[in-house]
């Protein structure tokens, strides 16, 4: 059973932007972090914007300064701006939660992709 719904992805020019949404449907232990995670053909899955409970966030170092992660707790969405898009973002976005480091190391959960809960993925193509 699905909890979490990703959408947003798309097809767009380098340079383009995206707005990815997550909606989670089902109870989540609200003191954990929340993540986006991206897969691109032939590579392996990496975390590349984590949130904690107290919206502490964390950054993969290629989506520093493009990418935004930021969440509405009353609505349970998760949200991923994506600004200045290459090549390389392309991949299929996934997000994910109940990650259990504490606020205040958020990074763990970028570095470790510890996520208890995935959801389905939604893709995005960066392409001239």
């Known amino acids: 059973q699905v909890h979490l719904t990703a959408s947003g992805g798309g097809s767009v020019q380098p340079g383009g932007s995206l707005r990815l949404s997550c909606t989670v449907t089902a109870f989540t232990d609200s003191m954990t972090a929340m993540g986006w995670l991206r897969q691109g053909l032939g590579s392996a899955r990496e975390a590349v914007a984590v949130?904690?409970?107290?919206?502490?966030?964390s950054y993969a170092e290629s989506v520093k300064g493009r990418f935004t992660i930021s969440k509405d707790d009353g609505d349970d969405i998760l949200y991923l701006q994506l600004n200045n898009l290459k090549p390389e973002d392309t991949g299929m976005y996934y997000c994910a939660d109940e990650c259990y480091y504490s606020d205040y190391d958020v990074a763990s959960c970028l570095r470790l992709g510890d996520f208890a809960r995935w959801g389905q993925g939604t893709q995005v193509t960066v392409t001239s």
């Open positions: 949130i904690g409970f107290g919206g502490r966030t």
